[in-house]
């Protein structure tokens, strides 16, 4: 325990520090192209590994998000940037970045009618125009059961749709509150049903229980969820929801197991991973 009561971060969970030619690449890239990443945004561990290999996700709709969600690093307020011409831009800086595999995602923009779902087509639709071998995973939000919206956002020709679940059931009024566990669930099933490959993500070390976390993973395989990512929840700042719990990497191990035996084709499962690592191998499961 730290001097806060709170357990100390392991050493399992050291990061190296982003540094290199790549990482200067596609921070120089991000940076002449006005556009944000959920690596900075969302202070993600692996952003030296990812940039140094070449790749980051990107995120559109600008950097405030209409939720309040209390894990995330993300601005919450009322977003004033509507820019369409970004789709333009992530598409060129693909393109020059000459990626093979690129991972869109967004902030919820609740305010708007169709929940961004116009920029979030047009945005796909032009990197295959501009980077027709690139493979693209987007990793939407919650559309509040707009599900014309979420058919405009996953029909325009996208590998891998991700939605993630965040947490279990029974801590969703505390880590989402503007969320609704079973609604994302149907987000699930519905993106599945068009035919896309589908899959998700969960932050363990909020005080889940492993009952609870079978739980999740047997409602995930029953609405077709074809792929779950698990990792390590890690407070960002002291304003959000505490660690409860540090998983060592065996308990990982076991669920990655427990998840591919309930029914889900594919589990990545550690404690430095997040929805989009080792995105490149999801395309083809």
């Given at each position: 325990m730290n001097a806060l009561g709170q357990p100390r971060k392991p050493n399992w969970l050291r990061v190296k520090l982003p540094v290199g030619k790549e990482y200067a690449k596609v921070r120089s890239i991000v940076d002449e192209y006005k556009l944000h990443t959920i690596c900075e945004s969302g202070n993600c561990p692996n952003m030296g590994e990812c940039w140094g290999a070449g790749t980051a996700t990107f995120m559109i709709l600008g950097n405030v998000c209409t939720r309040s969600c209390s894990f995330c690093a993300v601005a919450t307020g009322r977003p004033n940037e509507y820019d369409t011409d970004e789709p333009r831009r992530v598409a060129e800086a693909?393109?020059?970045?000459?990626?093979?595999?690129a991972v869109i995602t967004s902030v919820n923009r609740d305010e708007l009618k169709d929940r961004g779902a116009a920029i979030w087509h047009e945005t796909v639709a032009m990197v295959k125009q501009l980077s027709p071998t690139t493979t693209i995973e987007t990793l939407i939000p919650d559309v509040k059961a707009n599900w014309d919206a979420l058919i405009t956002m996953i029909s325009a020709g996208q590998e891998v749709v991700s939605h993630n679940m965040e947490t279990v059931k029974e801590l969703y009024r505390r880590v989402r509150p503007q969320a609704k566990y079973e609604r994302s669930l149907e987000q699930i099933r519905r993106t599945k049903e068009y035919g896309q490959r589908t899959k998700t993500g969960i932050m363990l070390g909020l005080g889940e229980t492993r009952e609870q976390v079978y739980q999740a993973m047997d409602d995930l395989a029953a609405n077709g969820c074809d792929i779950?990512?698990?990792?390590?929840?890690l407070q960002p700042t002291?304003?959000?929801?505490?660690?409860?719990?540090?998983?060592?990497?065996?308990?990982?191990?076991?669920?990655r197991e427990e998840g591919l035996k309930r029914g889900i084709k594919y589990v990545e499962s550690g404690p430095l991973v997040r929805s989009s690592y080792h995105a490149e191998r999801h395309v083809h499961v």
């Open positions: 693909i393109q020059l970045m000459g990626v093979k595999h779950l990512t698990l990792g390590q929840y002291k304003l959000h929801i505490e660690v409860a719990e540090f998983i060592h990497p065996d308990l990982f191990d076991h669920y």
